[in-house]
């Protein structure tokens, strides 16, 4: 047997998206060791996927605009379930991320005084979101990766990382993986591990994320000892193509709707007018006419309800197409065909532009578009200190849309790309901190081969089950039971299939070798994805009401006293995907009297 | 025609052959859907790399009857009626398994050029026009498929070119920079002694295949190709560079990626 390659650094990252380039940077830039390994190429992370723009105070467009207005917007979007210092320390601190993303070569679209554009939103009282057309996350995985190169990081690619490592102590000792194009296992020895693994969403049927998104960190951290939480809030963005059926989930910006498109039912009717939420009346146009105004001029009107928060519009969309009001193809319109010129839309929209033409066969200048919710983020995830993004595990550290806390219940559009910057930064300086204070790690080869001889039992197991077809019904299980709208019924049954999936994983086999062989790939992929819809289906259990991403259509209402806990998950240090998890409330940190004036002067 | 015949390479580096499959045809679907189905049914070791699905991350890059194409982005009712659809693995670059390939040169290749280096930041921020990161604009919404690369003549079927020659998808990334409104870096003697860019013969090939439509040829390389020759030989231009203070770094300074 050939020796096991093996590496030691002070900080490895988990991801190559936005949040853990970013924690590179910045560990790198201290000086140490550091590691990133993904699972794909560089500059192919889901991050690529984002659209719309990434959301700043900076105030070139609507000099009103500051923290405070920004923080106040991601509170309410986020139902007031959020971790108010993440979401304060993330509004006061992103401008000054987006500004240095132009400092290492990002160009992003220019006002007339040549400052930073920004761009309406959903959720966003003023003009927010710095972007470039609607290709902004290529922008910023592309400025990242170029920073990583120039710092010289080492970057492990197509590398996939199956169970962290752990000492005796409890902290974290570094990750076991397995490179995809030979199959070759490599141990990765750490003093600190940012985890920047990004979503969840492949476990549902329809979902805008890429195969990536199976819930690795969530699962790997929950497994390590550290803890979960949110995990029921899962957002269902509201604009997904539902026709042909093969791209059903693919995103479409909300920039269409930022930039002037309207929602229709099939009688042609502006339907949000009808679903203005008691929270959002007195900001919210109540006419056509008022809400078109606003585009021009925020003064002369009030917000058009098409940009209400995600939550808002998803479950809208839900009930018009339920009520018989939907397209043919189960969606509803989004029409920005008769409200812009064909200039405009191609300008200021060029990627949907090209996507709905190749891939629908639509002129989305001169028709429009049928759309309809798909799974898109979960604002649930690892459970971290605001100001360190520390898990409880000592040493390990989540970042980005795999930690908790930020966005709450419900996230704002935009609000992702800036959270990637302001806590992948904060992530990667706290981890450096604790890498200079650790001693070197030895790893425990116990742990390590058993880790490994999990994750290639599948090749070695004869007749047992295949792999797409248990991906294939957990899909479909997690769209069924666990989907936009929820209830305790099917909760309960969706809990009792998953018992019935695990158990079919312990029979998985693949075929053919170990070298660049999706099938294994996806089966070392099956026990994250599982995990992470256990811990969902237990979370919208649990969470007796409606709040953001969690509808229950049996607790329609928000439930005041579960507006101030959240349902945290724990397993035991070492557990895995066959092992129960406990769930419990926890009261939420409160926030102080100077925050809380501000949701006062609002009302 | 109810059905799609797909004759897809499998192997590796020590060979391989083509394997026909037969499946059901499903409305609007795209070429990777097939391949998927083909996974999910019958070879769930099928090798091929994809991430989004939407044309957004440019991964799944292969050879659809011969030509470089995104099988994320390539419908099949776009491709001749009850005809095989014959699928191979990029020609430029090893191939790792079936139709996954190793496309580490360009990898190499960014490492190579010299970073970024903006004029210091004023304090109320940089100020640029929308007209002048257009231009670069428009090399940076590349999403890095390397088709152009797979395409190129020079690097296709000319392996040994590669230790010269940075191809397409880097032309525009050094007329990027060279546009960029707030750079200091030079290099052009860099692109043109060590990158190879007089090897390009403006063929064209490049800017067909792009999924993005980046006229890479016309926007990218042909100015470049005009700025490194002024760069070498026209003294107006170095007289116009003194005048406007242009402090671009030399090549050699360039070389080095700052901190």
């Given at each position: 047997?050939t020796?096991?390659?093996h ?38 992370a ?12 900076m105030?070139?467009v ?18 007031m ?47 927010r ?12 995985i592309?400025?990242?990766?170029q920073?990583?190169v ?16 752990t ?60 803890e ?21 989930g ?13 929602l229709?039912?099939?009688e ?6 009808d ?10 146009a ?9 585009y021009?001029?925020?003064?002369a ?9 995600r ?7 839900n ?7 939907g ?19 191609r ?8 996507q709905?033409?190749?891939?629908a ?33 000592p040493?390990?550290?989540?970042a ?19 959270d ?22 030895s790893?425990n080869e ?25 991906q ?18 099917e ?29 294994w ?17 237990q ?8 709040r ?37 409330p926890e009261?939420?940190?409160e926030?102080?009297d100077?925050l ?8 | ?11 590796d ?18 070429v ?72 580490s ?31 670069g ?24 070119n590669?230790l010269?020659?940075a191809?397409?998808?880097f ?18 003697e ?15 090939c ?17 100015p ?22 242009r ?13």
């Amino acid at each position: 047997m050939t020796e096991r390659e093996h590496h030691d650094y002070d900080v490895i990252i988990i991801g190559a998206g936005g949040a853990g380039m970013r924690a590179a940077v910045e560990a790198k830039q201290r000086g140490l060791k550091v590691a990133i390994i993904t699972k794909s190429l560089l500059g192919k992370a889901h991050t690529v996927m984002a659209e719309g723009g990434a959301a700043a105070a900076m105030g070139n467009v609507y000099k009103e605009d500051n923290w405070k207005v920004h923080f106040r917007d991601t509170m309410r979007g986020g139902k007031m379930l959020n971790n108010w210092r993440m979401a304060q320390l993330h509004a006061q601190e992103s401008p000054d991320r987006i500004y240095e993303l132009e400092d290492w070569g990002a160009l992003f679209d220019r006002t007339k005084e040549g400052k930073i554009q920004q761009r309406d939103f959903g959720g966003h009282l003023y003009a927010r979101l710095a972007h470039v057309g609607d290709r902004t996350g290529l922008e910023l995985i592309r400025t990242m990766q170029q920073r990583i190169v120039s710092l010289d990081v080492d970057v492990y690619m197509e590398c996939k990382v199956v169970r962290l490592l752990t000492n005796d102590d409890g902290s974290v000792a570094g990750a076991v993986a397995y490179w995809r194009p030979t199959g070759e296992f490599v141990t990765f020895s750490a003093k600190a591990v940012v985890i920047a693994t990004g979503g969840v969403g492949k476990s549902w049927k329809f979902t805008s994320n890429s195969w990536e998104s199976t819930g690795d960190g969530h699962a790997m951290a929950l497994w390590a000892g550290a803890e979960l939480q949110e995990m029921e809030c899962i957002q269902f963005h509201p604009t997904g193509m539902v026709w042909p059926l093969s791209v059903r989930g693919i995103l479409v910006t909300e920039g269409v709707r930022g930039d002037g498109g309207v929602l229709r039912n099939s009688e042609g009717k502006r339907f949000m007018f009808d679903y203005v939420a008691p929270m959002f009346r007195a900001e919210t146009a109540e006419s056509e006419e008022e809400a078109d105004r606003w585009y021009d001029d925020h003064a002369a009107g009030r917000r058009p309800p098409e940009l209400l928060p995600r939550d808002e519009v998803a479950r809208s969309i839900n009930t018009e197409v339920k009520a018989g009001r939907g397209t043919p193809h189960g969606g509803v319109y989004l029409d920005i065909a008769s409200r812009r010129s064909a200039e405009f839309i191609r300008r200021r929209l060029p990627s949907m532009y090209h996507q709905f033409m190749e891939l629908a066969g639509v002129d989305i200048t001169r028709e429009a578009m049928e759309i309809g919710p798909t799974c898109h983020y979960i604002m649930g995830g690892v459970r971290v200190d605001a100001e360190t993004a520390a898990s409880c595990v000592p040493g390990l550290y989540a970042a980005g849309e795999v930690s908790a806390g930020m966005h709450g219940s419900n996230r704002l559009g935009g609000n992702s790309l800036s959270d990637l910057l302001v806590f992948g930064r904060r992530a990667g300086m706290a981890a450096a901190d604790y890498a200079e204070s650790k001693a070197p790690i030895s790893l425990n080869e116990a742990q390590v081969s058993g880790y490994i001889a999990d994750a290639l039992a599948p090749l070695g197991r004869e007749n047992g089950e295949n792999p797409y077809t248990i991906q294939h019904d957990l899909q479909e299980l997690m769209q069924a039971n666990v989907g936009i709208i929820r209830k305790e019924d099917e909760l309960v049954e969706a809990l009792e299939q998953l018992e019935v999936l695990k158990e079919r994983t312990k029979n998985v086999s693949a075929s053919g070798g170990v070298s660049y062989n999706p099938g294994w790939n996806l089966a070392t992929d099956l026990p994250s994805m599982l995990t992470v819809s256990i811990s969902a289906a237990q979370g919208a259990l649990e969470r007796r009401e409606s709040r953001g991403g969690q509808t229950r259509e049996d607790f329609p209402k928000a439930d005041p006293e579960l507006g101030k806990v959240n349902f945290v998950q724990r397993q035991t240090q070492g557990a895995g995907y066959l092992n129960p998890i406990s769930i419990s409330p926890e009261p939420l940190a409160e926030m102080p009297d100077e925050l809380k004036a501000l949701f006062e002067e609002a009302k | 025609m109810t059905e799609i015949t797909m004759r897809v390479w499998r192997g590796d580096q020590n060979g391989g052959a083509f394997e026909n499959y037969v499946m059901p045809k499903v409305e609007g679907e795209v070429v990777l859907d097939v391949i998927h189905r083909i996974q999910a049914t019958t070879a769930p070791d099928l090798a091929v790399r994809w991430n989004c699905k939407a044309g957004k991350c440019g991964s799944c890059s292969a050879e659809i009857n011969g030509k470089p194409r995104l099988l994320c982005m390539t419908r099949v009712d776009s491709l001749p009626d009850g005809e095989t659809v014959t699928v191979t693995p990029m020609r430029a670059f090893p191939v790792i398994r079936d139709l996954a390939t190793d496309v580490s040169f360009n990898f190499e290749m960014a490492r190579k050029v010299p970073a970024f280096n903006p004029i210091p930041r004023p304090a109320d921020g940089y100020r640029m026009q929308q007209i002048d990161v257009e231009r670069g604009q428009e090399f940076r919404k590349c999403i890095e498929c390397f088709m152009c690369q797979d395409v190129c003549h020079v690097i296709r079927d000319h392996e040994e070119n590669k230790l010269k020659y940075a191809g397409p998808r880097f032309f525009i990334r050094y007329a990027e920079l060279e546009m960029h409104p707030l750079d200091t870096n030079d290099r052009r003697e860099l692109v043109r002694e060590k990158m190879g860019l007089g090897m390009c013969n403006i063929t064209k090939c490049c800017t067909e295949v792009c999924p993005e439509h980046i006229k890479i040829t016309d926007n990218a390389i042909i100015p470049l190709k005009e700025r490194v020759v002024d760069a070498d030989f026209d003294p107006v231009a170095w007289l116009g560079r003194k005048i406007l203070r242009r402090t671009k770094r030399t090549s050699e300074e360039a070389a080095v990626q700052p901190d």
